[in-house]
């Protein structure tokens, strides 16, 4: 208040006192509002604007690194489905090569077979005419043998006799074979 009252006394000389105290922080302001924005508002800008800048280029850098992941996402996935579809195609190839190799052993051992009985029938059948014609020949020896016993005992004797046994055996050894 004594503020006030001193003004008052001064009366004209506090206006312009008053006044002039307003000039010079108007002036002091404005200087001070030049100072700040050559000194402090251009490089605050600057700075800020710097900032803007790198935010954005980390964005753009963040969104292409995400649009690679996914290309590189889709890529590894298009291969992962293509080894997945290789290994379906190499396990179905070595399952048919398998079978293949079943049925190519199967039909080995059914012609070995075949080769087998085919040369055991051949065996069967060469024993059995060697057999038949050993049998012959002891056929023929006993029969040789018969007939020389008889002919010792009955050459001298009954010629119609000797021809009717001799007859007779031939037809007996013909019936047996």
């Known amino acids: 208040m004594e503020l006030m009252y001193r003004a008052a006394e001064s009366g004209a000389e506090g206006n312009h006192l ?6 010079v922080t108007i002036v ?3 200087l001070l509002l030049v100072l700040l924005k050559k000194f402090a508002w251009g490089p605050l800008i600057n ?3 710097a900032r803007e800048e790198h935010v954005a280029s980390e964005i753009n850098a ?3 690194s995400r649009k690679d992941a996914e290309v590189y996402v889709e890529q590894q996935q298009t291969e992962l489905s293509k080894a997945r579809t290789e290994a379906r195609d190499l396990l179905e190839s ?3 090569q398998s079978e293949a190799e079943q049925a190519r052993a199967m039909e080995q051992a059914r012609v070995e077979a075949e080769m087998s009985k085919e040369e055991a029938r051949r065996e069967i059948e060469r024993e059995r005419a060697e057999a ?15 007939a020389r016993h008889v002919m010792k005992t009955q050459l001298a004797s009954d010629e119609a006799a000797q021809k009717a046994l001799v007859q007779q055996f031939l037809a007996d050894t013909k019936g047996s074979n």
């Open 132 to 146: 038949q014609a050993a049998l012959k020949d002891e056929v023929a020896l006993q029969a040789i043998a018969a």
């Open 94 to 96: 070595a399952r048919r």
């Open 47 to 49: 700075m800020m604007k």
């Open 28 to 30: 002091v302001f404005l």
């Open 18 to 23: 008053l006044i002039g105290n307003m000039i």
């Open 62 to 64: 963040a969104e292409k």
